[in-house]
């Protein structure tokens, strides 16, 4: 029942951001329904893997232990993979070389 109402919050929220005309209120209406949309998803995701119970107060506290350390985690990941990027070397310069000496072998 409560994910009926969710959604149905969100279609609101969508339907008020079309009626915005200055341009900046619209980016964060989007922005903000796109954050609500991630949180939602996730959330409802660790609940339902871990079995939450969101009716009692210590059941809110683990889950929102749960869910702040896989968000942590996940951060941390997004740090990883970003930094290994950057460290890739990215110049045209290798990747022709290494195509001149493939032609050269054959």
Do not use: P, Q
Not at 41 to 59: L, P, Q, V
Request: proline fraction near 0%; glycine fraction near 4%; aromatic fraction near 16%.
């Amino acid at each position: 029942m409560i994910s009926w109402i969710i959604i149905i919050a969100l279609i609101v929220l969508a339907y008020l951001c079309l009626k915005v005309y200055h341009f900046k209120h619209r980016i964060f209406f989007v922005f903000v329904i796109l954050a609500l949309l991630f949180f939602y998803a996730t959330a409802s995701k660790i609940a339902t893997k871990y079995e939450i119970n969101w009716k009692s107060f210590s059941g809110i506290e683990e889950g929102m232990k749960i869910y702040f350390a896989w968000l942590g985690g996940a951060f941390n990941n997004l740090r990883s993979i970003t930094a290994n990027a950057i460290k890739m070397d990215w110049t045209m310069e290798n990747r022709t070389s290494e195509v001149v000496k493939i032609a050269e072998k054959k």
